[in-house]
């Protein structure tokens, strides 16, 4: 029976050049519920799907507030998640104290980045289990990242990770051209919440299982979670 | 028996004579860090006025009241709004200088908005001086100087203090050491409170300056005539000349005294 | 004993005198706080000074720091920013491990002393207060030693100007030696809580009158006053010489 060899660790390459860890870690980004993130010049929204096991428990926390100025959503393993936003909180902390200065959202990205690399080069690791969404808004503006455990950090206008994510990200590449203008912060959270409904099955949005946040001009970090969300259901 | 409990499990001086601390290379002292400056920068003085920041220091660095060194600068610029200016220890000035070169290259890398919106800004410089000021003194190994930040930030005038045990502060006029004494009274004929700032433009200020660096020549022995001054203006920009000395000075009476001045004869 | 050391004097010694680095200094200044029934304020001169030098006429130390909390750390004006600074980022990652939970001003003491006592050794030196409402809406002010003994009072002045005031506050807000008029000094006049406006009379006068008394105090007066509203400002001009 076939059995892969070169999957072992993350710090063996395959003959074809892959390192499979890092590739079932991005499978496992896949397997969390969906979470939506866009900008305009002066916003960026995030709205996520939240999850719980039955009907007993409670739903898994999607969105992370790390400033007054920067957030996140995760899709994937939350634990790594909390690692990684509480990484964040420290970085802008300290930003803050020693240099009186808001943590910009690009080093933030790249902060990540270099902390999500160093595990997929140093044995006995694993690479980290969780995709994130991060909006923050900074003296360049609005800004939106994609992070992936593999160390790549993108800014982007419009992403969505997550289980049928595919659904939104088609929406809002086809969308894409008018909410990058909206100038309402009010506007723009309803087109990421209509976003996520693209990437629903069989759920429907309720004010238990969805998730907002938004950041920008005038406005810090602000999540939205159970009855406030009722606007925009 | 020895009762001192000091004395018990080390070999005794009876039989072994006693303990030569050279064996174990230790110094009869503790470690010493920092306890007076050596070579020395005098004051730094700085005003606001209504479109920026006037900061000048003369170019002396004396060790005791030998004048050592007579072409330091001690402004330095840190990115296009910032003008850092340093009093006290020259050495230790020089680590600061490091470490300011080290903070614009450390911000130039992988920053795409390095040269406009995520520049440096005076307030950051500041933090960042301030911050280092107060751990040495916690540490008691200070830097032994009084820095002033000048620049501008968000359109206002920027002016904020910051010494050896990292006491900070913030005035529309500021100096270090002497010019605390004899150039802040006379600054401050010219703005003496926030509101004076809008009312005062860049001649005046700067006119106000030049007389203080004047003065303090005259009346302070550690001073040179030489010295550099910067003006952090929002529309024309950061600039910085080095190559300045102290005009219209009136040494007539000088011919007359006698003695120690009250001399008649 | 002789007055004039000589060689042989028994008050020469022969170890060198050791010039060593102080890491503290006096930044002048005076703060004060006063509870009410439902508010407290709390407020400071604007002077920053050493030695003799006026460094600033507007330096503010009374800081809002969120949750309706108000503190002051005065004396040496360096170690108060820290310890301000320090509790500011207390309360931020209380707020994230607690789930946004608005921190008591009791739990806010109790933070406090730990800060100070944790550096008990190299003490922070400041005479701090705080002051807020407590769990049950009531004005509370907390002051504190330079290494964390703390505890809750109506009022208390600190720093440079303290002695001056406190006295003053003894007999102001506590109706210390107050006696009820034609009682013959029997009786004692009874506690009444103080309004907003007469806090805010009595603490321009205390300042006013430290201003004319005290070199290290004036300029400007800040006051920061907590209701159940939130947190307000009041400025007053004090005298520049």
Redesign the interface.
């Known amino acids: 029976m076939f059995r892969n060899n070169y999957d072992g660790d993350t710090v063996t390459f395959s003959p074809t050049g892959r390192l499979f860890q890092v590739e079932y870690a991005l499978e496992a980004i896949k397997q969390g519920s969906v979470t939506v993130g866009l900008r305009s010049k002066n916003y960026a929204v995030i709205t996520a799907l939240k999850r719980n096991a039955d009907e007993l428990s409670s739903y898994q926390k999607k969105i992370i ?1 790390c400033d007054e100025h920067l957030g996140l959503s995760l899709a994937g393993l939350a634990p790594d998640a909390r690692v990684l936003s509480n990484y964040l ?1 420290q970085q802008c ?1 300290y930003s803050q ?5 808001k943590l ?1 959202v ?2 933030a990205g ?1 902060l990540l980045s270099d902390k999500a690399q160093q595990n997929t080069q140093s044995y006995g690791g694993r690479p980290y289990g969780v995709g994130l969404l991060i909006i923050g808004y ?4 609005a800004h939106l990242l994609e992070f992936q455990p593999s160390g790549n950090t993108l800014e982007v206008y419009g992403s969505a990770i997550g289980a049928r994510s595919q659904g939104a990200k088609t929406y809002l590449e086809r969308v894409m051209d008018k909410y990058i203008e909206i100038e309402d912060p009010e506007e723009l959270i309803k087109t990421c919440v209509e976003a996520l409904r693209q990437s629903l099955k069989d759920e429907t949005l309720t004010t238990d299982n969805l998730s907002i946040a938004i950041v920008g001009k005038d406005i810090p970090f602000t999540q939205y979670d159970n009855e406030k969300v009722t606007p925009y259901l | 028996m020895n009762h001192d409990p000091f004395a018990w499990g080390r070999p005794s001086d009876e039989t072994y004579g006693q303990y030569n601390q050279a064996i174990a290379n230790a110094s009869n002292f503790p470690k010493m860090n920092t306890q007076q400056p050596i070579v020395t920068g005098t004051s730094v003085i700085s005003i606001k006025y209504n479109n920026g920041t006037i900061i000048a220091a003369d170019r002396l660095g004396a060790y005791g009241s030998l004048l050592r060194f007579t072409d330091v600068d001690r402004l330095f610029p840190v990115g296009n709004n910032t003008v850092v200016g340093i009093s006290g220890d020259i050495s230790d000035m020089q680590h600061i200088e490091k470490l300011l070169e080290d903070l614009e290259t450390e911000n130039n890398y ?4 390095a040269d ?3 520049s440096l ?1 005076p ?2 410089v ?3 001086l301030a ?1 280092v000021m107060y751990q040495r003194r916690s540490k008691m190994n200070p830097l032994w100087n009084a820095i002033v930040v000048a620049g501008v930030e968000n359109g206002e005038p920027f002016l904020r203090y910051v010494n050896l045990l990292g006491v900070t502060y913030s005035s529309p006029t500021l100096a270090t050491g002497f010019g605390a004494h004899m150039a802040n009274p006379l600054l401050r004929r010219i703005v003496d409170r926030d509101s004076d700032v809008e009312k005062t433009d860049l001649q005046t200020a700067k006119n106000a300056i030049l007389e203080c660096m004047k003065v303090l020549y005259y009346r302070d022995a550690r001073s040179s005539r030489k010295f550099s001054l910067a003006i952090i203006d929002k529309d024309q920009g950061l600039t910085l000349e080095k190559d300045l000395q102290v005009e219209n000075m009136t040494w007539d009476f000088a011919k007359d005294i006698k003695g120690y001045g009250t001399q008649k004869v | 004993m002789s007055t004039i050391a000589s060689e042989y004097a028994n008050e020469v010694s022969n170890t060198p005198i050791e010039h060593q680095f102080n890491p503290y200094s006096d930044n002048g200044g005076t703060i004060l706080g006063i509870a009410g029934e439902d508010f407290a304020v709390l407020a400071g001169d604007t002077r920053h000074t050493t030695d003799y030098s006026i460094n600033s006429r507007y330096e503010p130390k009374v800081f809002d720091c969120g949750d309706d909390i108000i503190i002051s750390a005065n004396g040496f004006a360096a170690d108060g920013e820290a310890l301000v ?1 320090r509790f500011k ?1 207390s309360i ?1 990652w209380y707020h ?1 491990d607690n789930n946004d939970k608005k921190l008591a001003l009791s739990s806010a003491a109790r933070n406090i002393q730990h800060l100070l006592y944790g550096k008990r050794f190299f003490p922070y030196y400041v005479h701090t207060i705080i002051a807020g409402l407590d769990e049950e809406g009531k004005g509370a002010v907390y002051s504190f030693d330079p290494v964390g003994s703390y505890e809750r009072e109506f009022c208390r002045a600190g720093g440079a100007a303290a002695s001056l005031i406190m006295p003053f506050l003894d007999n102001q807000v506590n109706f210390k030696n107050q006696y009820t008029p034609d009682s013959n000094g029997k009786v004692k006049r009874p506690f009444k809580h103080l309004s907003i406006d007469e806090v805010i009379k009595l603490v321009r006068d205390a300042f006013t009158s430290a201003t004319e008394r005290h070199i290290h105090v004036g300029d400007g007066l800040e006051i920061l006053i907590v209701t159940k509203e939130g947190v307000r400002k009041e400025f007053y001009e004090l005298k520049r010489d």
Do not use: T
């Open positions: 507030r909180r902390n104290l020693v240099f009186n200065r910009s690009e080093k790249h900074d003296n360049s503006g | 992988d920053n795409s908005y406009d919106e995520e800004k307030s950051y500041f933090e960042y911050a | 600074k980022n931020k994230f």
